[in-house]
């Protein structure tokens, strides 16, 4: 994507969001459009396919929060077309007023001549043109070819089951994103043609323009700020060198990874302009909850389980065979243990290298639903017996 794209392009409008929507509105609003015009839900919509390869490039630069500002200075200095809109000279605002007017204007004098220390060590206008071009304001014919550019970073989702994510896995993930077209390598050009040097810009990609008294670059239109044209595009890119293709990609779980947590797949994203690096893709987990067991809030390493037993069982003490996600373990109960005690069982959490969880096992009273006349009739027994041991006294003695 060439800075042209950027003067050109309406990425706000693509998402159907204001140029002051928040990242989550853009985020929510590219889901939506993604959801609806996914190649998998629109087979064979080649104009849906299209949609969606745009609002994934709108999306790229707006949740990248340096490339929405450089986007939005850039549009913001070409609005109306290109140049620097209506103003005496050319410039918004216009100087040709005052003291001075109609001498020659340096715009160094305004943001700071070349050399001379500004606000963040800035040099001068072209520094300025230089933070939304990439550093090539001024650039022409024999410099240095365009600054390359970072793929996008891609986001995706992935649920998976609990054990996998305390004890680690390998998953496959089936993604739909921009990547790096297989038919012409990335190159844009129909395989067996090669892409040439823009005789325009001379393969730099930006052209100088004149504009009242002072010049300024801007990207070449015959090569679109790439710098090359290429004669016969490549009929599965159409030119672009990336095109909205379906891989399986596998996703290593670390052993612990908790629900809503990022695994970062580094060059796994949208590939790079002018031979630079990928973007990354960020899968968010989903884990999906265990019929028994779960994870402690103090340390997600903890491992807990709830087991029921009998008022009997607590009162006397007993041997309790609990299980793993392994295997079962023996867990002794002490005579009056109370509901609601938990017991750790070392190392039977997760399995980290270099250190591992532990298993928390609370034990809870199980109260029937239905008691038949045997069990009732001890049951009231025992209440009788029992009858001169209140165990509310300290709590209302407390109140006096």
Same mark, same amino acid.
């Given at each position: 994507m060439t800075q042209r794209d950027w003067i050109e392009k309406d990425f706000y409008r693509e998402l159907g969001v204001s140029s002051g929507a928040s990242a989550d509105e853009i985020k929510k609003a590219y889901r939506k459009l993604a959801r609806e015009l996914h190649p998998d839900a629109n087979p064979g919509d080649a104009k849906a396919e299209a949609r969606f390869k745009s609002v994934s490039e709108a999306y790229g630069v707006l949740s990248d929060e340096k490339k929405r500002r450089e986007y939005d200075e850039t549009r913001a200095l070409f609005a109306g077309g290109g140049g620097f809109g209506a103003g005496a000279g050319g410039f918004p605002g216009g100087f &040709? !007023? #005052?003291a001075g007017a109609g001498q020659p204007f340096d715009l160094n004098d305004l943001f700071g001549r070349a050399g001379t220390t !500004?606000? #963040? #060590? &800035?040099g001068g206008f072209s520094d300025l043109l230089g933070g939304i071009f990439g550093n090539r304001a001024g650039a022409g014919a024999g410099q240095t070819a365009p600054r390359s550019q970072r793929g996008a970073d891609v *986001?995706? *989702?992935l649920t998976i089951d609990f054990v996998d994510a305390v004890r680690g896995a390998e998953v496959q993930l089936r993604l739909t994103a921009p990547g790096r077209c297989e038919r012409c390598g990335g190159t844009g050009a129909r395989p067996g043609s090669t892409p040439r040097m823009c005789p325009t810009c001379a393969g730099v990609g930006l052209v100088s323009r004149s504009q009242g008294a002072f010049a300024f670059s801007e990207p070449c239109r015959?090569? /679109?700020g790439t710098g090359r044209i290429i004669d016969d595009p490549c009929p599965e890119c159409g030119g672009d060198g990336v095109s909205t293709r379906t891989r !399986?990609? !596998?996703?290593r779980i670390p052993a612990g990874v908790a629900d809503g947590q990022q695994i970062r797949l580094k060059g796994q994203g949208e590939? #790079? /302009?002018g031979g630079a690096p990928a973007g990354d893709l960020y899968v968010k987990v989903h884990v999906m909850?265990?019929?028994?067991? &779960? /994870?402690?809030e103090r340390n997600p390493d903890d491992l807990t389980l709830a087991v029921p037993v009998t008022f009997p069982e607590l009162a006397f003490g007993t041997t309790l065979t609990v299980p793993t996600l392994d295997s079962t373990v023996s867990l002794r109960i002490p005579a009056g243990t109370a509901t609601g005690r938990t017991f750790r069982v070392r190392g039977r959490g997760v399995q980290r290298k270099g250190r591992s969880g532990d298993l928390l096992v609370t034990v *809870?009273?199980?109260?029937p639903a239905r008691l038949d006349d045997a069990a009732a009739a001890a049951l009231q027994s025992y209440a009788e017996a029992t009858k001169e041991t209140d165990p509310r006294a300290d709590l209302l003695g407390g109140g006096r």
């Open positions: &040709g !007023t #005052g !500004t606000t #963040g #060590g &800035g *986001e995706s *989702e015959d090569c /679109r !399986t990609i !596998t996703v590939p #790079g /302009r909850p265990h019929r028994v067991f &779960g /994870r402690s *809870e009273v199980a109260v």
